[in-house]
DNA sequence: TTCCCCTGTACGAATTCCGTAAGCCCTATT
DNA sequence: AATAGGGCTTACGGAATTCGTACAGGGGAA
């Protein structure tokens, strides 16, 4: 889940914003000063922060140099009243990221946000880790699957609906939302092709497929991977 | 050196810019219409591009998402006299970084273009070093490859499809990917481009062209270079 | 010329379908 | 309450079809 901070004195504006940001999907804290602004940073490393500069208690100049000189390098966007040119250069020296002045349209603020969590988590690349259950190890990058470290060789639909099941992990996931998720879309067809991957896969990682120890059944609901 | 593109069509301010921006150190190209800037942020890859909106041939925001579609990510400043909402939400969506209205101060775009260097060359340019796997070496800087020592002659799209695979190492590229990075655009046409250029590869890189033991065919996935 | 990319064809892997067998759940009957 | 049977769900093995990739040759452009 992405986190936001916005540190920001005044309660109305903090509130319209972070509800516009949560109805995004955001996660949104709020500080209404300075070194409590600070603290959350610290303690929460957000995503992004959305910063006023005039604060009670420690001005945003402030909370942001403490911020990078502890080398903490999330993006910060200033949002004040201040729009002098001198500030905004300061902000940027200081190591803001972006600076807006007040007034601002919710989109654009959005926008903007959006921007520099795109930059922030570009080289990042949330890749799907690798996944270990039993003695099988799923590599998602590669596309490739070990079981008691040599190579098994599954077709596309078996890595597919392997990854699907993983990435639910206990929890159960029903023959629609799996044919959902690797086949895509297609009508509420009854077949019986969830089974028959299934199958294979369990031939292919069980040690006896007969009596699967982590491909389990669950009646009438779906199939659940059990670690 | 850091470069930068200008795509401006107001040459005033366009040689206004660029100077301010050399006096800082910066390498500096202008180009004056909407098909030019998209030729030479092709050509020259600049580090950030400063784009107007408005511009002679093809205006700014085709410029950016014909880039974004080809898969090049380099900071972009939309520089305009548009100050519309709805003008800088398009402008991030299509994949902007930073928007900013004219009239504005040089030092806070200085400043704002500074943010976008360091945010952007954080995760610092990884040139690409030599790079090897089984008897070949590839030699980026001058595009060279040595098979068993002795130099193999690749054309153009092929040492750069070569290098795209070399990039992701053990991981799977999808033709796509491919494609979007090698060829620029062209993309939804379904073609065997990518298919014919790795049979060339395989064809003078692999021992066994019928059985490539680096150069893997992913089912349904793309392909993988495997060390 | 060399290089690039398209079209057409063939091969083989992967997916899906079918019929049948086995398993589980519910319920009615003793 | 225990149990046996019916109905529905899942598993299996093989076969047919679909689909992706490899290969060959040729036209077009730099």
Do not use: C
């Not at 509800?19 to 996660?27: A, C, F, M, N």
């Not at 570009?122 to 699957?145: D, L, M, Y």
Request: net charge neutral; glycine share 8%.
């Amino acid at each position: 889940m992405t986190q936001i901070l916005i540190v920001e004195d005044n309660a109305d504006l903090a509130f319209g914003l972070s509800t516009s940001l949560e109805v995004e999907g955001y996660e949104v804290a709020v500080a209404n000063d300075g070194p409590t602004g600070l603290t959350a940073a610290r303690d929460r490393n957000p995503d992004v922060i959305i910063l006023d500069l005039m604060l009670p208690g420690l001005d945003g100049y402030r909370v942001l140099r403490t911020l990078r000189e502890e080398g903490r390098e999330m993006p910060v966007l200033i949002l004040t009243a201040r729009g002098e040119e001198a500030d905004k250069v300061l902000g940027f020296r200081l190591g803001a990221d972006d600076y807006v002045t007040k007034p601002v349209g919710v989109l654009e603020l959005l926008a903007r946000v959006n921007a520099l969590l795109r930059r922030a988590r570009a080289p990042e690349k949330k890749e799907t880790a690798n996944e270990k259950f039993g003695s099988v190890e799923i590599i998602p990058s590669s596309r490739t699957v070990l079981r008691n470290g040599s190579q098994v060789a599954l077709t596309p639909k078996e890595f597919d609906l392997l990854l699907a099941l993983v990435r639910r992990r206990g929890a159960v996931a029903s023959r629609f939302e799996l044919l959902k998720e690797v086949w895509g879309h297609r009508t509420a067809v009854m077949t019986r092709t969830v089974d028959i991957h299934i199958r294979e896969l369990r031939r292919k990682l069980e040690d006896n497929p007969a009596e699967p120890r982590h491909i389990l059944t669950v009646w009438k609901a779906g199939y659940r991977l059990e670690a």
